[in-house]
């Protein structure tokens, strides 16, 4: 098994930026897609934005331009820097992990419990 944990959440005001981290309990250097997704109140569970081992990123529509992902195969994280943020997005954010786990090319998908940001007016 696979821990993830997510830091870096807080409280910040509009227009502020924030840098989340995510640490996994396992080289990473095999995992073949890794994620962030945030879930606000009421609503479902969306991407925000993903990183494949290839180093192609998709992000959300309505975050491109404002979010980059990135990781560090060295110390086994993975970053997401939020810029320009408004009060829309304040949500939980998880981090998402799906790691090769064999050579017939088995894949299993983890996630962290969360960390919170919530963006003031």
């Known amino acids: 098994q696979v821990q993830l944990v997510e830091s870096g959440g807080g409280l910040v005001q509009t227009g502020e930026s924030l840098k989340l981290s995510c640490s996994a309990s396992r080289n990473i250097f095999s995992f073949s897609a890794m994620g962030w997704y945030r879930q606000a109140p009421g609503k479902q569970r969306e991407l925000v934005a993903s990183?494949?081992?290839?180093?192609?990123?998709n992000y959300a529509d309505s975050m491109k331009g404002r979010v980059t992902i990135s990781r560090d195969f060295t110390k086994n994280m993975l970053y997401l820097h939020m810029a320009s943020l408004k009060p829309e997005d304040t949500a939980i954010y998880y981090c998402s992990a799906t790691f090769v786990e064999d050579v017939e090319g088995a894949t299993r998908t983890y996630w962290g419990q969360g960390t919170q940001v919530t963006v003031s007016s």
């Open positions: 990183l494949t081992s290839g180093e192609l990123t």
